[in-house]
């Protein structure tokens, strides 16, 4: 793919991604070119309408510079025609992605242009994740740019306790942009092709070809056999890509964001509480999560990275009040006197951190610790609901908007040994994706020994009797029949349920009146029967 010149006149660029990437309606000038016509002149020719339409470029628009960059070749399909006439019948949603690319667009239309790569790409991340960066699928993909993993990890992205760099605004964006340019190189300069693997795997991709040459067929994109996801995931950028390229064509409208910088990166030096850090930059804690979504806590990483996107505006404020602010006092510290019993595992756990971060703020070699010896413990300054983007926070909001759906009953459970997705929703008769979605996990993820997950079932039995401290329970249908001198009372104690919970699960509603030989249906955990 030959991309357009960086180079060439401002108008002429605009004009000929125009002709790249504009409706199949628009009309693009057929005539001959003459003689005496220049090369640059060929490729801009137009039809007067369009010159009128867009005119020369405005640049203090970013949209207009992302427009002029296009270089993947325009495509017609029935499947990107499908996904135009859906961005088509909902223009809000156009308009609310467009509203939350603003913090972000600049810096990859930036880092897009940098590499010479089609502008198109600085889309993707609607494709991908509406441009969330806190964006988690059920492929345990995470960030605006999803990526798994291994995959991150691949190019550089950290994964940590305290911090996740396939959410990090800008690590993420280069290891994309870096993953996308070597798809490109091993595609032999396919875009549709690398795109595909973007989202498929590269081995996919290729098995796909290989398949299709050795039964004869053509072996471009459209005639592939792909994942349905992925035949889907390319034609939706070529048809994003029309749709901004000529909005009003298309019935939305795109948010207007300057082609100015939004974010400035600010060198901490070290370890920073983030209430801290939005205070001394004049930013609200939650827009400092938006620009940072990669840290998962309540401080930056004590390991770094060491930095802070701050609106640009408000740089040099954060600057001036960083260096007024000892290193020592960025995080508050706490005193802990080790008790018998605990662990390095208990205390971090107890006290929202981790592991290495006590070990090497204590100068701690391996897992030792002395009951009566004391540990400095770096703690937040505000609540935990002051940290609202923070991982712990965007669990028990998301969890507590599912709780809002009427019939829903919620249980905590305590997972055990050998523990699974699959065996805990299928004792709690919901959906495995279902399950992982309430506690924003996918369902290939690993669960801990003692992890919390919360529960929504129709069930109100099973919520009931699992809730709290025996949120572990195995429960049981019993089928009881009344013996002489039995009551509800001495029945619910027996079987550890309440009088209240017999009444609901059987026809004596309106008398507790019972009589030997009646049959009584209970829900019984039969981990705790007397």
């Known amino acids: ?62 949209w207009n510079r992302l427009r002029a960059g296009y270089g993947i070749e325009d495509q017609q399909h029935a499947r990107i025609d499908r996904h135009l006439n859906w ?49 988690y699928s059920h492929g345990s993909a995470s960030g605006m740019w999803q990526f798994i993993s291994s995959t991150g990890k691949h190019y550089g992205l950290k994964q940590n306790w305290w911090y996740d760099g396939r959410r990090d ?62 035949k889907a995931y390319v034609p939706q950028l070529l048809a994003l890509s029309r749709v901004v390229m000529d909005p009003e064509a298309h019935g939305v409208a795109l948010t207007p964001v300057p082609n100015t910088p939004y974010f400035a990166s600010v060198d901490i030096g070290s370890q ?18 938006q620009l940072n979504p990669g840290f998962n806590r ?54 929202n951190t981790d592991v290495a971060t006590l070990r090497d703020t204590n100068k701690i070699k391996g897992n030792r610790i002395r009951a009566g010896k004391t540990l400095m413990i770096p703690h937040a300054t505000k609540s935990d609901r002051a940290y ?18 009427p019939g829903r009953h919620k249980v905590e459970y305590v997972v055990r040994a050998g523990d699974s997705f699959w065996s805990i929703a299928k004792k709690y008769k919901v959906g495995v994706r279902s399950l992982a979605k309430w ?25 009931s009797l699992s809730q709290g401290p025996h949120s572990n329970s195995v429960i049981r249908k019993v089928s ?16 550890n349920v309440s009088v209240n919970d017999i009444e609901r699960w059987n026809p004596v509603n309106n008398s507790r009146y019972i009589h030997p030989g009646q049959s009584l249906t209970l829900f019984v955990d039969v981990t705790r029967i007397n």
Request: proline share 5%; charged share 25%; glycine share 4%.
């Open 439 to 463: 506690n924003s996990m996918a369902p290939k993820d690993t669960l801990r020994k003692n992890q919390k997950l919360v529960i929504w079932t129709k069930n109100p039995q099973l919520a």
């Open 169 to 230: 605004v800008v690590a993420a964006t280069d290891a994309a942009l870096r993953y996308l340019a070597y798809l490109h190189r091993r595609f032999d300069g396919d875009w549709l092709h690398a795109l595909a693997a973007y989202n498929a795997g590269e081995g996919n991709v290729r098995k796909a070809i290989r398949r299709n040459r050795k039964l004869g067929r053509p072996t471009d994109f459209w005639s592939l056999k792909l994942p349905n996801e992925t």
């Open 87 to 135: 961005y088509k019948s909902h223009p809000k949603y156009i308009e609310r992605v467009s509203k939350r690319a603003e913090k972000y667009l600049y810096h990859i239309v930036e880092q897009v242009e940098q590499r010479d790569l089609p502008m198109e790409l600085a889309l993707l991340p609607i494709v991908e994740s509406a441009f969330d960066p806190f964006a």
């Open 1 to 62: 793919m030959k991309f357009l010149s960086r180079t060439a006149p401002a108008a002429c660029v605009l004009l000929l991604s125009g002709c790249l990437a504009s409706n199949p309606t628009q009309e693009i000038a057929s005539s001959k070119p003459s003689a005496h016509d220049t090369e640059a002149d060929r490729k801009c020719s137009v039809s007067q309408s369009q010159l009128e339409k867009f005119g020369a470029p405005d640049y203090q628009q970013l």
């Open 298 to 351: 309540w401080a930056t990483a004590p390991s770094g990275p060491h930095h802070l996107l701050v609106p640009t505006a408000k740089a040099q404020q954060f600057r001036d009040n960083l260096a007024q602010l000892p290193q020592t006092e960025r995080v508050s510290w706490q005193r802990y006197t080790i008790k018998s019993g605990d662990s390095l595992i208990s205390i971090a756990k107890k006290f």
């Open 480 to 495: 009881y029949r009344v013996r002489n001198g039995d009551s509800l009372a001495r029945i619910a104690g027996k079987f």
């Open 388 to 405: 609202a983007l923070s991982t712990s926070q965007r669990i028990a909001k998301k969890q507590a908007a599912y709780g809002k759906k």
């Open 272 to 289: 920073i509480d983030l209430a801290q850090a939005a205070s001394l930059s004049g930013v609200s804690i939650t827009d400092l999560y």
